[in-house]
Protein backbone atom coordinates (compact mmCIF):
# COMPACT_ATOMS: atom_id res chain seq x y z
CA UNK A 1 0.00 0.00 0.00
CA UNK A 2 1.29 3.62 -0.92
CA UNK A 3 0.00 6.96 -0.61
CA UNK A 4 1.55 10.00 -2.98
CA UNK A 5 1.02 13.54 -2.23
CA UNK A 6 4.24 15.46 -3.44
CA UNK A 7 7.26 13.43 -5.58
CA UNK A 8 10.67 13.47 -4.24
CA UNK A 9 12.96 16.56 -5.72
CA UNK A 10 14.24 16.08 -9.01
CA UNK A 11 17.69 16.57 -8.27
CA UNK A 12 17.51 13.71 -5.62
CA UNK A 13 16.01 11.41 -8.34
CA UNK A 14 19.30 8.84 -10.31
CA UNK A 15 22.09 10.26 -7.66
CA UNK A 16 23.91 7.81 -4.96
CA UNK A 17 22.07 7.91 -2.01
CA UNK A 18 22.71 6.98 1.90
CA UNK A 19 20.05 5.23 4.20
CA UNK A 20 19.04 6.50 7.48
CA UNK A 21 16.81 4.29 9.60
CA UNK A 22 14.05 6.00 12.09
CA UNK A 23 12.25 4.28 14.83
CA UNK A 24 9.89 5.43 17.58
CA UNK A 25 7.31 4.01 20.21
CA UNK A 26 5.01 3.97 17.48
CA UNK A 27 3.44 6.91 15.38
CA UNK A 28 4.73 9.92 16.90
CA UNK A 29 8.47 9.86 15.69
CA UNK A 30 6.98 10.17 11.65
CA UNK A 31 7.06 14.31 12.80
CA UNK A 32 10.73 13.20 12.56
CA UNK A 33 10.54 11.86 9.80
CA UNK A 34 8.42 14.50 7.93
CA UNK A 35 11.90 16.90 9.09
CA UNK A 36 14.23 14.26 7.77
CA UNK A 37 12.57 14.32 4.40
CA UNK A 38 12.54 17.82 4.04
CA UNK A 39 15.99 17.99 4.84
CA UNK A 40 17.76 14.78 2.77
CA UNK A 41 15.62 14.92 0.01
CA UNK A 42 17.93 12.61 -1.79
CA UNK A 43 18.32 10.13 1.04
CA UNK A 44 16.36 6.39 1.65
CA UNK A 45 14.74 6.39 4.74
CA UNK A 46 13.60 3.35 6.88
CA UNK A 47 11.14 4.25 9.45
CA UNK A 48 10.32 1.64 12.38
CA UNK A 49 7.40 2.10 14.87
CA UNK A 50 7.29 -0.01 17.54
CA UNK A 51 3.47 0.24 18.00
CA UNK A 52 2.93 -3.36 19.94
CA UNK A 53 4.57 -2.01 22.69
CA UNK A 54 3.64 1.92 22.27
CA UNK A 55 4.08 4.16 24.03
CA UNK A 56 7.11 3.96 25.28
CA UNK A 57 6.56 7.08 28.19
CA UNK A 58 4.78 4.46 29.86
CA UNK A 59 6.96 1.66 30.15
CA UNK A 60 10.02 1.38 32.80
CA UNK A 61 13.95 2.26 31.64
CA UNK A 62 14.99 -1.77 31.17
CA UNK A 63 12.16 -2.19 28.95
CA UNK A 64 12.45 0.74 26.16
CA UNK A 65 16.28 -0.17 26.69
CA UNK A 66 15.34 -3.59 25.31
CA UNK A 67 12.73 -2.29 22.87
CA UNK A 68 15.04 0.15 21.48
CA UNK A 69 18.43 -2.03 21.24
CA UNK A 70 15.57 -4.06 19.14
CA UNK A 71 14.63 -1.85 16.75
CA UNK A 72 17.99 -0.77 16.07
CA UNK A 73 18.84 -4.08 14.96
CA UNK A 74 16.48 -4.22 12.41
CA UNK A 75 17.58 -1.05 10.46
CA UNK A 76 21.03 -2.16 10.84
CA UNK A 77 20.42 -5.83 9.10
CA UNK A 78 18.40 -3.55 6.67
CA UNK A 79 21.00 -1.40 5.83
CA UNK A 80 20.85 1.40 7.84
CA UNK A 81 24.04 4.29 7.79
CA UNK A 82 22.48 6.17 10.47
CA UNK A 83 20.11 5.48 13.18
CA UNK A 84 17.91 8.71 14.53
CA UNK A 85 16.02 7.79 17.66
CA UNK A 86 12.72 9.44 17.22
CA UNK A 87 11.53 9.44 21.09
CA UNK A 88 12.53 11.56 23.72
CA UNK A 89 11.99 8.55 26.24
CA UNK A 90 13.96 6.18 24.07
CA UNK A 91 16.69 8.84 23.81
CA UNK A 92 16.40 9.82 27.41
CA UNK A 93 16.75 6.32 28.49
CA UNK A 94 18.47 3.88 25.49
CA UNK A 95 20.33 5.89 23.47
CA UNK A 96 24.00 6.07 25.26
CA UNK A 97 23.18 2.26 25.41
CA UNK A 98 22.92 2.11 21.68
CA UNK A 99 25.66 4.13 21.12
CA UNK A 100 28.44 1.58 22.93
CA UNK A 101 26.64 -1.39 21.69
CA UNK A 102 27.16 0.29 18.17
CA UNK A 103 30.48 2.67 18.13
CA UNK A 104 30.44 3.13 14.76
CA UNK A 105 26.94 3.65 14.12
CA UNK A 106 25.92 7.44 14.36
CA UNK A 107 22.79 8.04 16.42
CA UNK A 108 20.82 11.03 16.61
CA UNK A 109 18.36 11.63 19.54
CA UNK A 110 15.75 13.63 20.41
CA UNK A 111 15.75 15.72 23.24
CA UNK A 112 13.09 18.25 24.71
CA UNK A 113 14.41 22.02 23.64
CA UNK A 114 15.15 23.58 26.63
CA UNK A 115 17.94 25.73 25.29
CA UNK A 116 16.21 27.03 22.84
CA UNK A 117 13.13 27.78 25.24
CA UNK A 118 15.03 29.29 27.80
CA UNK A 119 16.44 31.67 25.57
CA UNK A 120 12.86 32.55 23.90
CA UNK A 121 11.10 33.32 26.80
CA UNK A 122 10.09 37.09 27.58
CA UNK A 123 8.64 36.63 30.93
CA UNK A 124 11.22 34.13 32.47
CA UNK A 125 8.38 31.57 32.92
CA UNK A 126 8.96 27.78 30.12
CA UNK A 127 6.89 25.10 30.65
CA UNK A 128 7.56 21.61 29.20
CA UNK A 129 4.88 18.78 28.41
CA UNK A 130 6.44 15.43 27.92
CA UNK A 131 5.78 12.04 29.38
CA UNK A 132 6.98 11.02 33.08
CA UNK A 133 9.69 8.92 31.75
CA UNK A 134 11.30 11.48 30.08
CA UNK A 135 11.03 14.68 33.15
CA UNK A 136 12.15 11.67 35.49
CA UNK A 137 15.01 10.45 33.43
CA UNK A 138 18.60 11.56 34.68
CA UNK A 139 19.46 12.63 30.82
CA UNK A 140 16.40 15.19 30.99
CA UNK A 141 17.68 16.44 34.58
CA UNK A 142 21.46 16.66 33.20
CA UNK A 143 20.00 19.08 30.02
CA UNK A 144 17.33 20.80 32.19
CA UNK A 145 20.30 21.14 35.05
CA UNK A 146 22.76 22.65 32.77
CA UNK A 147 20.49 25.28 30.91
CA UNK A 148 18.91 26.49 34.26
CA UNK A 149 22.30 27.39 35.53
CA UNK A 150 22.68 29.25 32.23
CA UNK A 151 19.16 31.04 33.08
CA UNK A 152 19.06 31.41 36.60
CA UNK A 153 16.08 33.50 36.85
CA UNK A 154 13.46 31.80 34.36
CA UNK A 155 11.00 29.27 35.92
CA UNK A 156 10.60 25.79 34.45
CA UNK A 157 7.19 24.29 34.31
CA UNK A 158 7.37 20.41 34.19
CA UNK A 159 4.30 18.72 32.74
CA UNK A 160 3.87 15.15 33.01
CA UNK A 161 1.04 13.95 29.98
CA UNK A 162 0.22 10.70 30.76
CA UNK A 163 -2.22 9.15 28.18
CA UNK A 164 -1.31 11.87 25.34
CA UNK A 165 0.66 10.26 23.07
CA UNK A 166 -1.34 7.02 23.53
CA UNK A 167 -4.48 8.77 22.15
CA UNK A 168 -2.58 10.33 18.95
CA UNK A 169 -1.23 6.78 18.75
CA UNK A 170 -4.99 6.15 17.83
CA UNK A 171 -4.76 8.47 14.65
CA UNK A 172 -7.76 10.71 13.67
CA UNK A 173 -10.05 8.40 16.09
CA UNK A 174 -8.25 9.48 19.09
CA UNK A 175 -8.52 13.58 18.99
CA UNK A 176 -11.48 13.88 20.50
CA UNK A 177 -9.53 12.79 23.97
CA UNK A 178 -6.37 14.66 22.22
CA UNK A 179 -8.28 17.77 22.88
CA UNK A 180 -9.63 17.02 26.07
CA UNK A 181 -6.11 16.33 27.52
CA UNK A 182 -4.24 19.24 26.19
CA UNK A 183 -7.24 20.91 28.42
CA UNK A 184 -6.15 19.08 30.96
CA UNK A 185 -2.48 19.35 30.80
CA UNK A 186 -2.43 23.00 29.69
CA UNK A 187 -4.16 24.61 32.61
CA UNK A 188 -1.35 24.46 35.14
CA UNK A 189 0.87 25.78 32.79
CA UNK A 190 -1.69 28.39 31.88
CA UNK A 191 -1.97 29.13 35.52
CA UNK A 192 2.22 29.35 35.48
CA UNK A 193 1.84 32.21 32.90
CA UNK A 194 4.06 30.55 30.61
CA UNK A 195 5.03 31.90 27.48
CA UNK A 196 7.49 29.48 25.99
CA UNK A 197 5.89 25.56 26.23
CA UNK A 198 8.37 23.09 24.97
CA UNK A 199 6.69 19.86 22.99
CA UNK A 200 8.78 17.40 25.18
CA UNK A 201 7.72 14.37 23.03
CA UNK A 202 7.44 13.51 18.84
CA UNK A 203 4.13 12.68 19.50
CA UNK A 204 2.76 16.10 20.55
CA UNK A 205 3.31 18.57 17.37
CA UNK A 206 0.01 16.44 15.59
CA UNK A 207 -1.66 18.21 18.70
CA UNK A 208 -0.43 21.02 18.38
CA UNK A 209 -3.31 22.64 17.51
CA UNK A 210 -5.10 21.06 20.36
CA UNK A 211 -2.41 22.22 22.86
CA UNK A 212 -2.42 25.55 21.15
CA UNK A 213 -6.23 26.00 21.55
CA UNK A 214 -5.62 25.33 25.37
CA UNK A 215 -2.84 27.53 26.07
CA UNK A 216 -4.18 30.59 24.14
CA UNK A 217 -2.75 32.64 21.66
CA UNK A 218 0.11 34.29 23.67
CA UNK A 219 1.92 30.57 24.36
CA UNK A 220 4.81 29.47 22.00
CA UNK A 221 5.14 26.07 21.11
CA UNK A 222 9.08 24.77 20.45
CA UNK A 223 9.23 21.16 18.45
CA UNK A 224 12.53 19.94 17.90
CA UNK A 225 12.02 17.94 14.92
CA UNK A 226 13.90 20.43 12.38
CA UNK A 227 16.87 20.75 14.80
CA UNK A 228 17.28 16.74 14.46
CA UNK A 229 16.85 16.73 10.89
CA UNK A 230 19.71 19.56 10.45
CA UNK A 231 21.77 17.00 13.00
CA UNK A 232 21.05 14.48 10.73
CA UNK A 233 22.26 15.66 7.39
CA UNK A 234 25.38 17.38 9.18
CA UNK A 235 26.25 13.65 10.00
CA UNK A 236 24.97 12.13 7.01
CA UNK A 237 27.39 14.46 4.91
CA UNK A 238 30.55 12.29 6.27
CA UNK A 239 28.59 9.06 4.64
CA UNK A 240 29.99 7.41 2.13
CA UNK A 241 26.75 7.37 -0.68
CA UNK A 242 25.33 3.78 -1.69
CA UNK A 243 25.29 2.54 -4.63
CA UNK A 244 21.58 3.06 -4.96
CA UNK A 245 19.29 5.74 -6.14
CA UNK A 246 16.09 4.85 -4.72
CA UNK A 247 15.19 7.56 -2.54
CA UNK A 248 12.20 6.11 -0.91
CA UNK A 249 10.64 6.13 2.37
CA UNK A 250 9.61 2.75 3.59
CA UNK A 251 7.19 2.27 6.98
CA UNK A 252 7.21 -1.17 9.22
CA UNK A 253 5.47 -1.90 12.42
CA UNK A 254 5.60 -4.22 14.80
CA UNK A 255 1.99 -3.53 15.16
CA UNK A 256 -0.65 -3.29 12.38
CA UNK A 257 0.61 -1.85 9.04
CA UNK A 258 -3.05 -0.20 7.77
CA UNK A 259 -3.38 1.70 10.93
CA UNK A 260 0.41 2.70 10.31
CA UNK A 261 -0.81 3.57 6.77
CA UNK A 262 -3.83 5.46 8.01
CA UNK A 263 -2.05 7.58 10.21
CA UNK A 264 1.41 8.42 7.64
CA UNK A 265 -1.62 9.15 4.91
CA UNK A 266 -3.37 11.69 7.21
CA UNK A 267 -0.24 13.31 8.45
CA UNK A 268 2.75 12.84 5.90
CA UNK A 269 3.03 14.43 2.52
CA UNK A 270 5.24 12.87 0.38
CA UNK A 271 4.88 9.35 -1.23
CA UNK A 272 5.94 6.39 1.43
CA UNK A 273 5.56 2.49 1.15
CA UNK A 274 3.97 0.23 4.10
CA UNK A 275 4.75 -3.33 2.92
CA UNK A 276 2.41 -5.53 4.00
CA UNK A 277 4.42 -7.81 6.35
CA UNK A 278 4.42 -6.49 10.37
CA UNK A 279 8.26 -6.71 11.72
CA UNK A 280 8.19 -9.66 14.42
CA UNK A 281 10.69 -8.64 16.99
Known sequence: MSAARVSPEPAAIGSPTLH?????????GLSVL????????GARLSYLADSAHAPYGERDAAFVAERSRAMTSVLVERGAQLVVVACNTATALAIDGLREAHPS??????????????????VGRVGVMATSAT????????????????HPSVDVALQPCPGLARALEQGPAGMAQVAELAQRYARPLREARVDVVVLGCTHYPFAAAEIAAALGPDVTLLDTAVAV???????????????????????????????LADIARAWLDFPFDVP??????
Open 34 to 41: RALRRHLP
Open 135 to 150: LSSERFRRLLQAQAAL
Open 276 to 281: PLRIDT
Open 229 to 259: AQQAARLAANLEPLAITDASTTLGTTGDPQA
Open 20 to 28: VGVFDSGVG
Open 105 to 122: LPFVGVEPGIKPALAATR
